[in-house]
């Protein structure tokens, strides 16, 4: 692991809330910084108001200049083809409401562990999201709803890991991180905290000091998963902040998103569990698309997902190959394809 990388010294707080507060939303600015016209990338300001263009501006510069397909860029872009209707494309395509949903914060679907909502906001709209429709308006996540959620996993002894999910968790400050995280730790049965989030892929800021203090202050095992689609967003400063999070001896884990046009090659996909490797985390997921309405474009189909898992699984080593799987909507876990 890169130990040198790790030593750099940890970024201040004002950073990343500086970030946070900098994305970038408006489709002129993102085309302007890439030097390419509406056209040229199908822009549609139709699918931005459905689901409005957030990206972090550390995030664009990783992108290519002049490139309409470059595949960062495609993973935020609002174009035409997320207005074409598909069938079996729908808005909640996992099950994500209803009995999983059992009070608000809280996605309960496998056992031992379940979603705890921290925020609902992101710092980036990813176009393939499937979380792109769920009503967050009913999942507020205040500090007031935790209370009933934490009283919810007390409750019931079978759980022993809580996610925190979103939304980005992290997007949430260290003080209410650490609140969450100590109310955690004072329930007996709960022994794992684990981490959802995609910020310090796209804002490496927020891995700061005080995040991992927050993180970490407490007997609970932890482990975060970060989400990355491709090896080009994961650049000098962001291997750092991964190199930051192994330090504190957390373990490290990426999910990926097969999405069509961006990663659904062999050599791609190869290359990102490289580069994840030598930055400190391990692959862990590769996810077929959820069918969520809008994302149609993305889909890969089964036949040739599991083809460029063969094809990767021969040129990498076993540590390296994530699992291919898909999500049910009922099936009492992630399901192996
Ligand atoms: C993905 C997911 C989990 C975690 O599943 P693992 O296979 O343990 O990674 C837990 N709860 C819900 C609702 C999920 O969607
Ligand atoms: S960061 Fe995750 S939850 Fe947020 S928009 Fe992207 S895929 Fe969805």
Same mark, same amino acid.
Request: glycine share 6%; charged share 20%; net charge negative.
């Given at each position: 692991?890169?130990?040198?990388?790790?030593?750099?010294?940890?970024? @201040?707080?004002? &950073?990343?809330?500086?970030?946070?507060?900098?994305?970038?939303?408006?489709?002129?600015?993102?085309?302007?910084?890439?030097?390419?016209?509406?056209?040229?990338?199908?822009?549609? @300001?139709?699918?931005?108001?459905?689901? +409005?263009?957030?990206? +972090?501006?550390?995030?664009?510069?990783?992108?290519?200049?002049? &490139?309409?397909?470059?595949?960062?860029?495609?993973?935020?872009?609002?174009?035409?083809?997320?207005?074409?209707? !598909?069938?079996?494309?729908?808005?909640? *395509?996992?099950?994500?409401? %209803?009995?999983?949903?059992?009070? *608000?914060?809280?996605?309960?679907?496998?056992?031992?562990?379940?979603?705890?909502?921290?925020? %609902?906001?992101?710092?980036?709209?990813?176009?393939?999201?499937?979380?792109? $429709?769920? @009503?967050?308006?009913?999942?507020?996540?205040?500090?007031?709803?935790?209370?009933?959620?934490?009283?919810?996993?007390?409750? =019931?002894?079978?759980?022993?890991?809580?996610?925190?999910?979103?939304?980005?968790?992290?997007?949430?400050?260290?003080?209410?991180?650490?609140?969450?995280?100590?109310?955690?730790?004072?329930?007996? $049965?709960?022994?794992?905290?684990?981490?959802?989030?995609?910020?310090?892929?796209?804002?490496?800021?927020?891995?700061?000091?005080?995040?991992?203090?927050?993180?970490? &202050? !407490?007997?609970?095992?932890?482990?975060?998963?970060?989400? !990355?689609?491709?090896?080009?967003?994961?650049?000098?400063?962001?291997?750092?902040?991964?190199?930051?999070?192994?330090?504190? %001896?957390?373990?490290?884990?990426?999910?990926?998103?097969?999405?069509?046009?961006?990663?659904?090659?062999?050599?791609?996909?190869?290359?990102?569990?490289?580069?994840?490797?030598?930055?400190?985390?391990? *692959?862990?997921?590769?996810?077929?698309?959820?069918?969520?309405?809008?994302?149609?474009?993305? =889909?890969?189909?089964?036949?040739?997902?599991?083809?460029?898992?063969?094809?990767?699984?021969?040129?990498?080593?076993?540590?390296?190959?994530?699992?291919?799987?898909?999500?049910?909507?009922?099936? +009492?876990?992630?399901?192996?394809?």
């Amino acid at each position: 692991m890169p130990d040198i990388i790790a030593l750099a010294p940890a970024p @201040p707080e004002a &950073d990343w809330r500086a970030a946070l507060r900098d994305l970038v939303t408006s489709a002129d600015t993102l085309l302007d910084y890439l030097q390419l016209q509406p056209e040229q990338v199908g822009w549609s @300001p139709q699918a931005a108001s459905d689901f +409005p263009l957030r990206v +972090p501006r550390d995030f664009m510069r990783r992108m290519v200049i002049g &490139d309409p397909a470059d595949p960062l860029l495609l993973q935020v872009l609002a174009g035409r083809q997320e207005l074409l209707a !598909s069938s079996g494309f729908g808005p909640d *395509p996992i099950g994500e409401t %209803g009995t999983a949903n059992p009070q *608000p914060g809280i996605i309960h679907k496998y056992h031992g562990r379940l979603l705890l909502l921290v925020t %609902g906001s992101c710092a980036i709209h990813c176009r393939y999201c499937f979380r792109r $429709h769920f @009503p967050y308006s009913d999942n507020q996540n205040s500090r007031s709803e935790w209370p009933a959620a934490l009283q919810y996993i007390a409750a =019931d002894d079978s759980i022993s890991e809580v996610i925190f999910s979103g939304g980005d968790p992290l997007v949430a400050s260290d003080r209410q991180l650490a609140e969450l995280v100590g109310q955690l730790a004072a329930i007996p $049965h709960v022994t794992r905290l684990r981490i959802h989030t995609r910020l310090p892929v796209i804002i490496p800021q927020r891995v700061t000091d005080s995040l991992l203090e927050a993180l970490t &202050d !407490s007997r609970l095992a932890t482990v975060m998963v970060v989400h !990355s689609n491709h090896a080009n967003e994961i650049d000098e400063e962001v291997a750092a902040a991964f190199g930051r999070i192994r330090k504190t %001896g957390m373990v490290l884990l990426n999910q990926s998103v097969l999405l069509a046009g961006i990663n659904d090659n062999a050599a791609v996909l190869a290359a990102l569990s490289e580069r994840l490797f030598l930055a400190g985390a391990l *692959p862990y997921y590769l996810h077929l698309l959820d069918k969520v309405a809008g994302a149609a474009h993305f =889909d890969v189909d089964e036949s040739r997902a599991k083809a460029l898992h063969r094809e990767i699984s021969t040129v990498l080593p076993g540590y390296l190959l994530p699992k291919l799987v898909r999500e049910i909507a009922g099936a +009492p876990a992630k399901v192996p394809v």
